[in-house]
């Protein structure tokens, strides 16, 4: 079955950098588009962006624009996000997901085992 | 920018049949799905393009779309239903989700 498999919780201060991943395994890498997710402690889910590895195509929300990246490294089925300056308000759980196949399919059928992140000083 | 509403708690008995709906301007015009998430645990996909189920997601889950409303109904409801439920659909490039609702079973 596909696999989505999410790097391990992490500790980190204010204002440093961080970058978790997310690696894919059992199906087609290229052929997908991966997003991640934000869930706030307490709260629902936050689309952050999405990325497809054949091309790197990436497309953010407007609300994480600018705030964080993603990227993915081909070679080792395996999409990353990243942080250059983090805040206390990142601090939450954070999910990778794939987009099912198909340029009309408009939902994710296959989830990471989310990450958790805090921040704090 | 486009916003789906969900109420944010619906409460069923045993046995009995939950609605949860999900509120967007035309959202009929567009495919919506449904995610149930226990706590503790990644959110799973129960509902696709309006009214398919994934596999092994079982019959008494089903959806409806049409005018401003997305529908979540689970018939014969189980306590392992119990869960957070979250609609979600497309706008233009974006992915949005509603605020989700959870289900109590009691």
């Known amino acids: 079955e596909v696999q989505l498999e999410q790097s391990g919780a992490e500790v980190k201060k204010p204002g440093e950098s961080l970058k978790i991943s997310c690696n894919g395994s059992r199906y087609s890498f290229t052929s997908y588009w991966i997003g991640w997710v934000r869930q706030k402690p307490g709260k629902g889910l936050e689309w952050m962006g999405i990325i497809y590895p054949g091309d790197s195509d990436t497309r953010y929300s407007p609300s994480f624009q600018g705030q964080v990246t993603i990227s993915v490294d081909k070679s080792i089925t395996t999409v990353y996000l990243q942080w250059s300056g983090l805040k206390a308000s990142d601090t939450a759980m954070y999910y990778c997901?794939?987009?099912?196949?198909?340029?009309?399919?408009?939902?994710?059928?296959?989830w990471g085992q989310g990450t958790l992140v805090t921040v704090s000083s | 920018s486009y916003k789906l509403t969900q109420p944010p708690s619906v409460s069923v008995s045993p046995g009995q049949t939950a609605s949860i709906t999900c509120s967007g301007d035309?959202?009929?015009?567009?495919?919506a799905c449904w995610y149930q998430q226990r706590p503790g645990q990644s959110p799973v996909l129960v509902i696709y393009?309006?009214?398919k189920r994934p596999s092994g997601i079982p019959e008494r889950f089903s959806g409806s779309n049409s005018g401003n409303t997305a529908t979540l109904t689970i018939s014969g409801t189980q306590a392992m239903d119990e869960a957070d439920y979250y609609c979600?659909?497309?706008?233009?490039?974006?992915?949005?989700f509603g605020g989700g609702t959870k289900l109590t079973v009691l």
């Open positions: 997901a794939r987009r099912a196949f198909g340029s009309t399919a408009k939902y994710f059928d296959f």
């Open positions: 393009e309006d009214t």
């Open positions: 035309r959202l009929g015009d567009r495919f």
């Open positions: 979600q659909a497309w706008d233009s490039r974006t992915v949005i």
